[in-house]
């Protein structure tokens, strides 16, 4: 759950805008069959088994159009929910109701479509000492609400924005010079309370972000072999990331090697959205 002071300063904002985009100047069906208040209420339904996530946020889309609606949930973000259960009442002006209806719709379907993918792929990892990461893949101007729900679908948040982290990829080390290069420019750049991260691709480059005293590296878009080798160079010298095109349907190859940490771009890329409606809105 975001606190208040998130809540103000960056969900609401994003929200407002999401209306914005979908009421340029008047929600003109709404005023044609409802051109004044009338109080009614709607039921939110669940459409398919999934995990549940995003319902402050499907909230404020109503709540930002009239602070006296009144959203009553049955459920929170992180329970799991079956299809055809009832999670809760929107009640307040119609119009308020059928002009947040996309808008709230939208957060909790691909939110809860993120929890969903990541609970199913953690439950694939149960066992063993692996965390299960997510990248900067995200919506433009979403990544706020997309990395939460990957944290309630049980995954972890890998660096959030370029001024978490240091994360040497291949371009970095490109413009560098070298791995070492690019390493040792870090250290002495960057606050010494950062970790330095390095993307390789390859043994020599494992070799040399060892040697360079890199924390974290990351073994990108390798095969199980090379994984394996690149393990054994390392030695327990530095954190070991997995990472490259890994899917639900493709991690349990990585799941022998007990590396420290798995990322995956699909959590937030590639998860379906779950299908939740709202319906039988009625006058009251």
């Known amino acids: 759950m975001f606190d208040p002071i998130t809540l103000k300063l960056h969900v ?4 407002e805008m999401a209306i914005k985009e979908d009421v340029t100047q008047e929600d003109v069906t709404t005023n044609a069959v409802m051109p004044e208040y009338v109080k009614g209420s709607v039921d939110l339904i669940c459409k398919q088994d999934g995990v549940i ?3 402050q946020v499907f909230e404020r889309a109503f709540k930002l159009l009239d602070e006296n609606t009144e959203v009553n949930l049955l459920v929170k973000d992180g329970d799991k929910v079956e299809n055809g259960q009832l999670m809760g009442t929107v009640t307040g002006d119609i119009r308020v109701l059928l002009v947040g209806e996309r808008t709230g719709l939208n957060y909790l379907q691909r939110l809860s479509g993120i929890a969903t993918y990541t609970s199913s792929i953690v439950e694939m ?5 692996t965390k299960l990461l997510d990248t900067r893949k995200t919506t433009p101007n979403n990544r706020i609400f997309e990395k939460y729900a990957v944290t309630v679908g049980g995954g ?3 660096r959030y924005n370029l001024t978490d982290g240091v994360l040497l990829k291949d371009n970095h080390i490109g413009a560098a010079g070298s791995v070492a290069k690019a390493v040792q420019m870090a250290k002495d750049y960057a606050p010494f309370v950062r970790k330095i991260e390095v993307e390789v691709e390859n043994l020599d480059m494992v070799k040399e972000a060892v040697e360079a005293g890199a924390d974290i590296i990351m073994l990108d878009n390798m095969d199980h072999e090379t994984l394996k080798k690149a393990i054994e160079i390392i030695d327990g010298k530095a954190q070991i990331e997995v990472s490259g095109n890994v899917t639900k349907e493709n991690i349990m190859r990585l799941t022998d090697l007990g590396v420290d940490f798995i990322s ?4 937030t890329h590639s998860a379906p ?3 939740i ?3 039988n809105l009625h006058r009251i």
């Open 273 to 275: 959205i779950m299908d």
């Open 53 to 55: 996530c995003g319902l």
């Open 277 to 279: 409606s709202l319906k």
């Open 156 to 158: 972890n948040n890998h």
């Open 125 to 129: 990892l149960k066992g063993s000492k």
């Open 12 to 15: 609401d904002p994003l929200v």
């Open 264 to 267: 995956s771009g699909a959590l």
